[in-house]
């Protein structure tokens, strides 16, 4: 089984290594083929960073285009999923950076309390952790991406965006308070619904012990 296993992989593999030889001579057919092999993938990274799914097609698309034309310059040797990973990362960067100011933080020295906020994302599915994310201002929601999920530092964070470190952890700062707002706020919402639902069942039970 893990015999198979290992083959299935490599086999994988081999096929991944054609698509880009065919990207590298500039081949529709691999470069259809690269590009539905890691859809999901791409897109994962591109809703993270999006307001909306319009906006993350739009980062993909732009994602792409800039690996199929610098693909032969990734090292076959190495893994091409981190490659096209970066690649699709540092196209989300560069969209905001290109249509944002950053004009909802506040620079600050340092931050001691970051490293003490629950992490808010080990409580939520995947899913239900992209949605409130999606919720958060552009700037709060690239400092927390880039570093509570792509693993970045702030000094990384800073020079990619163009900001002071003490901004970074600022931002993370803020966008973890303003999860942890919503994380409530949603939970209150499903405690209300599902008191609701206690509520009409036991109407429910009321009436037809009523009728009886």
């Known amino acids: 089984?893990?015999?198979?296993?290992?083959?299935?992989?490599?086999?994988?593999?081999?096929?991944?290594?054609?698509y880009i030889q065919g990207c590298?001579?500039?081949?529709?057919?691999?470069?259809?083929?690269?590009?539905?092999h890691f859809y999901s993938f791409a897109m994962g990274i591109c809703l993270r960073y999006a307001n909306d799914r319009l906006d993350a097609a739009g980062i993909l698309n732009d994602g792409f285009f800039k690996a199929f034309k610098n693909i032969d310059k990734y090292e076959p040797t190495k893994a091409f999923l981190p490659w096209l990973g970066r690649i699709i990362t540092n196209t989300a960067i560069d969209y905001y950076r290109a249509n944002l100011k950053f004009a909802d933080h506040v620079d600050i020295v340092d931050h001691e309390d970051?490293?003490?906020?629950s992490s808010i994302y080990d409580k939520l599915a995947y899913q239900d952790l992209l949605a409130l994310v999606q919720e958060l201002s552009p700037g709060y929601r690239t400092v927390f991406n880039l570093f509570a999920i792509d693993g970045?530092?702030?000094e990384e964070i800073a020079e990619m965006?163009?900001?002071?470190?003490?901004?970074?952890?600022?931002?993370?700062?803020?966008?973890?308070?303003?999860?942890q707002e919503m994380l409530k706020a949603t939970e209150a919402k499903t405690y209300q619904v599902r008191s609701s639902e206690v509520d009409?069942?036991?109407?429910?039970?009321?009436?037809?012990?009523?009728?009886q």
């Open 152 to 154: 970045y530092t702030h």
């Open 1 to 18: 089984m893990k015999g198979e296993f290992v083959t299935a992989k490599r086999d994988r593999e081999d096929i991944i290594q054609k």
């Open 24 to 36: 590298i001579r500039n081949e529709r057919d691999s470069q259809k083929a690269l590009y539905q």
């Open 200 to 211: 009409r069942n036991l109407l429910q039970v009321r009436l037809n012990t009523n009728t």
């Open 161 to 179: 965006l163009g900001i002071s470190v003490g901004t970074s952890k600022s931002n993370l700062f803020k966008a973890r308070q303003k999860l």
């Open 114 to 117: 970051v490293a003490q906020v």
